[in-house]
């Protein structure tokens, strides 16, 4: 009934750039949070940065400064700027909405099916 299609992966150099987009599509009334996680080989899975629907933002301190994590509400798209990137970033990437549906008073978390980043030289 909703979808999340997360996109934008692929293969970058240290030091290089990606930007990742995540679109939910189908009936919904309404999105609250958008959240980045990512999960590496041997890791738990782990928050890399949330938005909400108001704009305020939050990071993991890890990627403070490098990634940048924003969003268009008429789009009902989430996005993930990544800067400077390491080695240590590459993962499955993750996206994560709160949707509030139809005729429904609480929000349900659905997950995107993960976009693979490596960062290597």
């Known amino acids: 009934q909703v979808q999340l299609v997360g996109s934008g992966g692929g293969l970058a150099q240290p030091g290089g750039s990606l930007r990742l987009s995540c679109a939910a599509s189908g009936r919904f009334f309404s999105i609250n949070d958008m959240d980045w996680y990512r999960q590496a080989p041997g890791k738990q899975r782990e928050l890399v940065a949330g938005?909400?629907?108001?704009?305020?933002?939050k990071y993991a301190e890890f990627v403070k400064g490098r990634f940048t994590i924003s969003r268009d509400n008429a789009k009902n798209t989430v996005y993930l700027e990544m800067n400077s990137l390491k080695p240590e970033d590459t993962a499955v990437y993750y996206c994560?909405?709160?949707?509030?549906?139809?005729?429904?008073?609480?929000?349900?978390?659905?997950w995107g099916q993960g976009t693979q980043v490596t960062v290597s030289s």
């Open positions: 938005i909400s629907r108001d704009g305020s933002t």
């Open positions: 994560a909405a709160a949707v509030r549906q139809f005729f429904r008073h609480t929000y349900d978390t659905y």
